[in-house]
Each structure stands twice: as C-alpha cells, then as structure tokens.
C-alpha cells in the first residue's frame, strides 16, 4: 500500500472509535426524527376527523364571497350576568363543514333571543343607543351556543365591545381555524421537526470534534510519512486533500452504519416499550418529513467531516519536510500551551500529572451538545411533571381512545370534594391563535387553583361564563394581556367564542403555557354534554379500597311478587366498567344473599323471596339502607311499610269534624279504630273516618289496627283556618351521586268543603310554585325532579300560603365507594390530565425520550472518548518510558483520572454556562416551542448538581476507555513515534 493511500485508507483502532461515535451521533438522529416525526403523524391522525377550510378573521374580511360569514360579536349584562351577543345577517349563508351542512338562525331586529332563555319575554335597554329590545326564547343551533343572544348585525353593534369576525373558507391552512384539533396537532408536529433540525447543528459539533480528534492523531502519527510525501514532490493542498478525503471517508462509512443502526433501535424501543406495557403506536418509517430532516444532516456531517479534517491536517501539512521528520513534540500546540499555562498560573490545583489542557476544548464542546440536550429535558420534566405528580390522580373514561374522547360524569368532583379530597373537573381544548397552536383548558378556576397552586400576579380571577386567565408564558408569546380579548375557534367541534382576558397567572410547567376558560364554554368549544368533562384530577384520594365494589343499594322495598314476599332492591353502579357485588339483604332475622352485576353508571332491580317471615314490623337493612318495615299488612299483603301511621290536620278550628286517615305507608287500613277521649269512630274501606273537634287544646288521637297503635296530635284553636295537610316523600330512598332523585308532595284535604291554597316545593338548586284546587277529601300532587348532588344530605321542603309546612330529608350515597369507583373503574392513574395527553394524543413521549436519553449518554461517551484519545496519545512517549521504568497501568490510569477530574470540572462548568447561553437564546427568538408549551428549562440546586456530576462522570468514562488500551500495550510499542508503509506482500507487521 502506498503512501498515498495510506493517509487516505489506512485503517487504526481509532478509526473504528471514530467511525462508532459517529454511527451513534447519525442513530440518535435518526432514532429521534423517526419518532419524533410519527409522534406529529399520530397526533395529526388522531385529530384528522376534526378538519375544516375555515378561518376566523378577527378584521373584516371581504364579504362579497359566498364562503364568507361577518358576525358582530357583543355582550350585554342580564340579570347580573355577562352574555354574549351575536349579530347575524338575515341572508346569511350557511357553513359546510365536515360534510355536514350547518344552518344559522335567523335574527329578528330589535329582539335577542337565547335557546337557553326559558323566563318569558322581557324587555331590555342596549347599552349604547339607548333602543330597547325584547328577550326571547329561540330554538337550539349546532353553531350557535344556547347562551348566546341573537340578533341582526345593527341590534348587536349597539351594545357593548362590539366587534367584526368574519369567518371564510381557505385554500391554504388558516391563522385561527372554525375547528382547530387538526392544525394544533399539524403545526406542533412542525415545531417539533424543526427542533429535530436544531438538533442535527448539535451531532454536527460532535462529528467535528471526533474528526478533528482522529485525525489530528493520525496527522501526529504520520509526519514521517507526510514528509516523504512533501519530499517527493506533494504540494500542501495535495496532502490536506489526502486527509479531507480520509476524514470524509471515515464520516461516510459512521453515517452508513448510523442510519442502519438508527432504524434498528428505534424498533427496538418501540417493541421494548409495548413488551413493558406502554401503550404506543408509533412505527419506524422513512417518509417525506424524516428525509427532510435526514438529507441535510448527512449533507452537513460530510462537509463538517471534510473540514474537520482540513483543519487538524493543516499544521502538519504546511510544514517543511526536514521539521516533520523530526518526532513530534509531545506536548499541545502553541495557542493550547498558552491556554494552558493561563490556567496553570490561576492555582496549583489546575496542573496536570499526564493530561494536557488541550482536552479541555473538544471535552467542553461535546459536553455543551450534552448540557443542552439535558437542559431541555430538564425543560421537558419541568413542564409534564408537575402534571404528573404521584400526589395526584386522574380519572378518564376507561374505553376512550384518548382524552378528548373521554366523557367523565362532573359530579365525580363534587363527591371527591365532599371527601375532602381536592378535585378540578377539566376539558382540553386544542387551539391555534394567530398561526401558533395553544392549549387551552376548560376549568372552575377555583378548584383548579386549589389543586394546581397557580396564582394571579396581574388582574383578577374569571366569574363569568366567557371570561378567562392566560399563563405567563403564553401570554408573553402571543402577546397578549389582561384587558384585551381573544377570538378562537372550536377545538372538536365548530364554532367560535370571544374572551375577555381578566387576568395572568404563574404556576409550575406547562401551566404557564395554558389559556384557562369556564366549563361551561369549553363545553360549547368541545361537543361535550353537560353533565360530562374530559376527565377529573383530584389529590388526597384513598385508594386503600380498591377491593370494595363500586355498587350501591339506592332503595329497598318489600314486594309481593307471583305470591311471593320478598325485597326488592334497586343497585346503581357509581363507576366507570362494569362490576359485580354480593350484596346482604336482612330482613328481620333472615338473611339472604345476592350477587348483583351492573354496567357503567347503570342501575338494575332485583327481587330476593323471603317466603317464611313472619307477619309484624322487622328491619329491613341492605347495603347502606336501614329502616322498619311491615309484613302481612291487613289485606294479608306484604307492603314496604313502617308501621301503622294516622293522618290528621296539625290544627283545626273549634267544633270542626276533619277527616282521619289511617294507613300502612301508601295503603288505606280500613276498620281500624280511631279515639279521642270517649269518641270512638272506624274507619271505611278507604282508611277515613271523622272526628269532632268541640273544644280548645291538644287533642290526642289514637289508632289502633291488628294490635299496632299510632297516636298524633292536633292543636284546636277558634282562630285556625282550614288548611291543607301536607305530606312530603323522595324516592328513591338512598340515591346514588348519579341519579336524580324524586320529590312527591301530597295535599290531603280533610275539611268537609273545597280548600284554595298556593303550593311551593324547594329543593337543592330547585323551586316549584303551583296553585292547587282540592275538593273534600281528596289529594292534589305535586312532583319534582331533584339535580344530581354529591354525597351528603339534604332537605326537600314544602309550604302553603296558610303556613302549613312539612320536610322531607334524603341522603345521597357515594361518598363511601367514590374512592373505590375511581381506584379500580376506568382509567385512574396517577398524573394529571396533560400527562395522558402526552401519553395518547401526544403519542408515547416517554419512547422519544427513553430513546433520546439512551443514545445521547453513549453518543456523549464515544465523542469524549475521541477527544481524550487524542489527549492520551500525545503522551504516548511518555506513559511508555514509565511503564519502561516500572510504573504500572493501574498508577498511570490513576494519573489519568486525577487529570481528568480537573480537566472534567472545569469542562463541565465551562459547557453549562454555553449550554444555558445557547438555550436561551433560542428561548428569546421562540425556537423551543412545541405543541403550545415553551421549552423553558428548570434550574435548581439540584438539576446543577445532577448536571455537574453527569458531565464530570462522562469525561471519567471516556478517558478511561482512551486510555485503558494504551497502558496495556508494551512500553516499546509506545516509544515508536512513526508508522513506516510496509510493501504489501512482505510480511512484515506494521504498528498501528
């Protein structure tokens, strides 16, 4: 082999190091394009049902189009109450999306009308102009949400804030889209791709370390061999060519075994983390985007090789023959030795035994390219993992493919609350303001602070539906502030909501990257039903019951079924799966069992026989349920009773004769004897009978019935009035958090003449008003529905304008199993909301980052290696003649070690404070932002502490991999200071 190709091809160990570091620089380029770019393409197919043409403007736009929509937005003050107004023309066209065709509705001039407005109609002043206009009631629009009030465009411009969108169709992708999951998703996985780009600037640095190391050594090496060349008759530029080549030669073979390598590990991370149970659909494909990111980074590792070795060549090419035929000086070129001896006369402590400072240039660039990359996964971990605290859980719907497909009951975190386990029921919402995609989040700012610990550092706090806060971070890159309002689009649905900004906050990650906005609105932004959210986080949940069964007994009555007594219980099932409960029913002192299943939030009855108990009162206890109950009532029936109970006025007028009802729960008794003092009466086959009231007092009634006694007592008075006799009932008996119970409220009239009377019914969140004409001796009922309340108790109330008043008290069940229903129904896992985001809209993120850690550290090693092969070999001489005089390997590693600690520190400390330079920077000019959220590194003590001894363990490593071949060859093999071409065929052995 000549000498020509010698310096081009000529094989070494270190080669193979070079080309091994560089194979892992152009594989961890790879690994993270490939994934990082089918994490954009899942999210973007997840999001791909979502897509529409239309745009918001927030300017007016031209209208001549038939694609074009001017609304005026507005709002106005009802009943204490901010609500949006909407001006509409009357020719308006309609809007497609989705294939759907979406019709708007058609405003009245001078009227706002509200599908969610059910008083009747009213008038109210505009703000501006004075007019008065009338509020209606209008029918429900998939566009237009209930609560806003439409209008005609010059009706709206009347009132307060009033401003123009347009809405239009658009050929291209639109600055704020009428839907915008899908180009939230497609421009976040373009930030992401262009992250990946700085990324390939980074492996540059470390090919151009490694290059420049390898062959600076090879240059070292050679110089007998480059001064025959000289001598012969090569010119500089041919021998700076010869080393271009080799370093172009050794980047292209790294590259190609790289890329091979790269495809390989990422199919390796992906099957490892679905054998390890992460759910991950990301796939190892070469496509359009990832060719983008890969072409140019081979195009700039090649030039950057090329130059690389251009420039460690240069010295011992330009050089005269006689001076490079003379043995290389082992000490560092004549700037390095100035650097060094800079440092060396700062303190005693900066001498080296072996190593020289040449070191410290490439050690620190490598480790600058490592401090960045840990300083944004610090940034990352700054942002997911205070969503992710192990303190916390989220609940979301255990069959829903991703968060925005979950629909979690609200009332799940009014039932945490009453635990006293801290809640936030939350929406997602995916945006795209202006071109930049944010994320937005439906929340009561209440519980949400209250879990979160965000504060206000500027404004106020939102109490209106279409008010809301923005994180400090957002609102410094989409400049905006409180006092201002922004317009967006619908996240999974189509529409449009106007904000006003009230106030900014600061929390912890990704927080400060969000725009907070009122449930209720997101819902209309969201498609999300009313009672649902995305899904719940709470902290301070016991998860210790998670053995306990998620089905509760809500009522329980006795039945006569086919001839048969028994209980019938109604079971409800508070979680989000199916489950199966044996329940105990005890009747008396008989106890039967039954195993009960219920679907998700479903509810089911069932009948268990108790043929052989015995007639009279028992307690009936199932589940949470506990009361008296008669058997064998006086038709021989078996009926969910308490026992006998006699109904009469509460007072009467003096020398009245009221009606007296005896019964068994619902049940007349007929023949059951009725006393009052020596006054006997019975009663018909209906349970009445009279009584006369002659004389003023108490008097005390008694009933008597199959040996059971009842009394009540009535208060006469010549100044009583006839009233109605009120009775109040809930049903079911013990109501879980899902269901809405029953109220029933009876007015008996006792009296021999018809009774007038007002009725009003109050309840939680409810108040019922209804007049009522009862004739002599009948019933008038009123019912009403009661909301969804979380466990507790409460009170169902009911009065009539003569005073009478009567309660009934009811206890919602959950609070017990709520904790149970969380921990084993659907799917609960510690974290928050954002984290499953990441995990399942986001793709599989801890893939990407177990990749990128893996292959960062060992592409870390193996360019510090290099740059400290380059280090130990200029003191090659040296360590032979000690190994000559007796020293042995494990004292020079020693040596070396000691040396690279200082050199180590000082190159760590040297690379953070470039890293934190160059980090910022890119934070300043907005290149680390990646799906809405800022990639803003956190320093702590800590992290600074983690970095510091990473980075000094890493310099350890790679120079004890450089040096622990050289103090294991012969101490002769280290004196040869140059490589002689050996003639091929001759046999002999060449040291490389």
């Not at 043995?327 to 700062?346: H, I, K, V, W, Y």
Request: net charge neutral; glycine share 8%.
């Amino acid at each position: 082999m000549g000498y020509r190709r010698v310096l081009s091809f000529g094989w070494a160990r270190r080669d193979t190091l070079a080309v091994v570091v560089i194979a892992l620089t152009v594989s961890f380029l790879v690994g993270a394009a490939v994934l990082g770019v089918a994490l954009g393409d899942q999210t973007t197919t997840i999001a791909a049902e979502y897509e529409t043409s239309y745009g918001i403007y927030e300017t007016p736009q031209d209208s001549s189009s038939s694609t074009a929509l001017t609304l005026t937005l507005a709002e106005t003050t009802l009943d204490g109450q901010q609500v949006p107004v909407v001006g509409i023309p009357r020719d308006a066209s309609a809007l497609t999306v989705r294939g759907e065709t979406i019709s708007l509705p058609t405003p009245e001039r001078g009227a706002l009308a509200a599908a969610a407005y059910q008083g009747p109609e009213s008038r109210l002043q505009s703000d501006a102009s004075g007019e008065t206009v009338s509020i209606r009631s209008r029918q429900s629009n998939s566009f237009i949400p209930d609560s806003w009030y439409v209008t005609d465009p010059a009706t709206a411009a009347s009132f307060d804030h009033a401003t123009q969108v347009t809405i239009r169709s658009v050929d291209g992708r639109a600055a704020t889209p009428l839907l915008s999951a899908l180009e939230f998703f497609v421009r976040g996985a373009g930030e992401l791709v262009r992250l990946l780009r700085l990324a390939t600037v980074a492996a540059g640095i470390l090919v151009a370390v490694t290059i420049y190391s390898v062959v600076q050594i090879t240059v070292r090496e050679r110089r007998p061999d480059i001064a025959v060349l000289r001598s012969t008759g090569a010119t500089p530029r041919q021998v700076l060519q010869l080393f271009a080549l080799r370093a172009v030669t050794l980047t292209a073979v790294g590259t190609a075994v790289g890329y091979g390598f790269g495809l390989i590990l990422v199919r390796v991370v992906v099957n490892a983390a679905i054998y390890g149970g992460l759910p991950t659909s990301l796939s190892a494909q070469i496509s359009q985007p990832v060719l983008s990111v890969l072409v140019p980074a081979v195009v700039l590792f090649l030039v950057v090789g090329g130059l690389s070795g251009l420039l460690a060549a240069y010295k011992g090419a330009t050089q005269e023959p006689a001076a490079l035929a003379k043995p290389a000086r082992q000490t560092a070129d004549a700037d390095t030795s100035r650097f060094a001896g800079l440092l060396e006369t700062c303190s005693s402590f900066l001498k080296t035994r072996l190593l020289g400072w040449e070191a410290l240039v490439p050690t620190a660039s490598t480790l600058t390219v490592f401090m960045c990359a840990l300083l944004l996964l610090t940034a990352v971990a700054g942002a997911v993992g205070p969503a992710s605290d192990t303190d916390g859980q989220t609940i979301t719907q255990p069959d829903a493919p991703h968060p925005i497909a979950s629909n979690v009951p609200v009332v799940y975190a009014d039932a945490l609350r009453s635990q006293e386990a801290a809640a936030s029921p939350e929406i997602l919402l995916f945006e795209v303001y202006e071109g930049d995609p944010i994320v937005a989040r439906g929340v009561n700012f209440s519980a949400y602070r209250e879990l979160s610990g965000v504060q206000i550092t500027e404004g106020s706090a939102p109490n209106q539906r279409y008010e809301a806060v923005i994180g400090a971070d957002l609102a410094r890159s989409s400049d905006l502030s409180p006092g201002e309002t922004v317009v967006i689009g619908g996240s999974t649905t189509a529409s449009v909501a106007r904000f006003n900004i009230t106030g900014t906050f600061t929390g912890t990650g990704i927080q400060d990257d969000q725009l907070l906005v009122s449930i209720p609105a997101a819902r209309e932004m969201g498609n999300i039903r009313d009672d649902s959210v995305h899904f719940v986080r709470t902290r301070g949940l016991d998860r210790e019951t998670a053995a306990t069964s998620t089905l509760v007994a809500t009522s329980a009555r006795l039945r006569n079924v086919n001839n048969r007594t028994g209980v019938s219980v109604a079971v409800t099932n508070l979680g989000l799966s199916e489950a199966t409960r044996e329940f105990e029913i005890k009747l008396g002192s008989t106890v039967r069992k039954r195993s009960v299943t219920v679907g998700s939030q479903q509810s089911t009855r069932v009948f268990v026989p108790f043929d052989e108990t015995p007639s009279g009162t028992h307690t009936l206890a199932v589940g949470e349920i506990t009361k008296n109950v008669s058997v064998g009532g006086p038709n021989g029936e078996s009926d969910n009773l308490s026992g006998l109970s006699i109904s009469a006025p509460r007072t009467a007028p003096t020398n009245s004769t009221p009606a007296v009802r005896v019964s068994h729960g619902d049940t007349p008794v007929a023949n059951a004897t009725i006393s009052l003092g020596a006054q006997t009466v019975t009663t018909n086959d209906r349970g009445l009978a009279r009584l006369a009231l002659n004389s003023t007092g108490n008097a005390t009634l008694v009933a008597t019935s199959n040996g059971e006694r009842e009394t009540t007592t009535v208060t006469v008075r010549d100044d009583a009035v006839r009233a109605l006799t009120l009775d109040a009932t809930v049903s079911p008996d013990a109501p879980s958090i899902f269901t809405r119970p029953k109220a029933t409220v009876r007015a008996w009239n006792p009296w021999a003449e018809t009774v007038q009377s007002s009725l009003r019914v109050t309840g939680p969140s409810v108040e019922k008003k209804r007049p009522v004409t009862v004739e002599s001796g009948e019933t008038a009922t009123v019912r009403a529905r009661l909301p969804r309340r979380p466990a507790g108790s409460y009170t169902v109330e009911a009065t009539t304008t003569a005073g009478q008043r009567v309660t009934a008290t009811y206890t919602v069940q959950g609070d017990d199993r709520l904790g149970a229903a969380l921990a084993q129904s659907g799917r609960y896992t510690g974290g928050g909301g954002i984290t499953q985001a990441i995990q399942v809209a986001f793709g599989n993120i801890e893939v990407l980052v177990l990749a990128v850690v893996a292959l960062l550290s060992v592409m870390t090693v193996g360019s510090t290696t290099a740059a400290f092969t380059r280090a130990v070999h200029t003191t090659k001489r040296e360590i032979g003649i000690r190994r000559a005089t007796g020293a042995s390997p494990w004292a020079i590693l020693t040596d070396v070690i000691v040396d690279t600690l200082k050199i180590g520190t000082t190159a760590t400390v040297l690379a953070g404070v470039i890293a934190f330079g160059v980090v910022s920077g890119l934070l300043s000019v907005g290149e680390l932002r990646v799906f809405g959220v800022v990639l803003e590194p956190v320093i702590t003590p800590t992290a600074v502490v983690a970095a510091l001894v990473g980075g000094v363990a890493l310099a350890v490593i790679s120079a004890t991999l450089a040096t622990a071949g050289m103090v294991r060859k012969m101490p002769a093999s280290l004196l040869v200071d140059r490589h002689i071409p050996v003639p091929e065929g001759s046999g002999e052995r060449r040291d490389a």
